[in-house]
């Protein structure tokens, strides 16, 4: 028996994924709405303290879907290598989101910056 015959069992295989891309789908919509508080509560002129806790919320919350696109990519790429399971779509959509997710991790670090003073 080759080790290329054997396939992974799938209720594992569907509870990674399904795991990892419901983590992102909710990380990504958690970013969107603190984004969009974050707007209106600067247009309608919230205390300082309460616009850093938004930029550090936004911040961790794009470091942990960088960690959960890290993943996905790597576990897609096992499967695509291993089981000649090929996503093509998925997996360039986790590529995006791990580098939409860097960026908006820098900027949002660089508003807190540039808020305190600190340039």
Do not use: H, W
Not at 48 to 74: G, K, P, Q, R
């Amino acid at each position: 028996m080759d080790s290329k015959d054997i396939k992974p069992q799938p209720k594992y295989k569907r509870f990674t994924i399904r795991f990892l891309d419901r983590s992102i789908r909710f990380l990504s919509a958690s970013i969107l709405a603190f984004i969009v508080f974050y707007v209106l509560s600067s247009s309608q002129d919230f205390l300082d303290s309460s616009l850093f806790i938004i930029l550090n919320v936004l911040m961790s919350l794009c470091i942990l879907l960088i960690i959960f696109t890290f993943a996905a990519i790597a576990v897609r790429i096992f499967f695509m290598i291993r089981y000649k399971e090929i996503n093509i779509i998925k997996f360039l959509t986790d590529i995006l989101l791990l580098f939409l997710s860097t960026i908006l991790a820098v900027l949002f670090s660089f508003l807190v910056v540039v808020a305190k003073g600190n340039v």
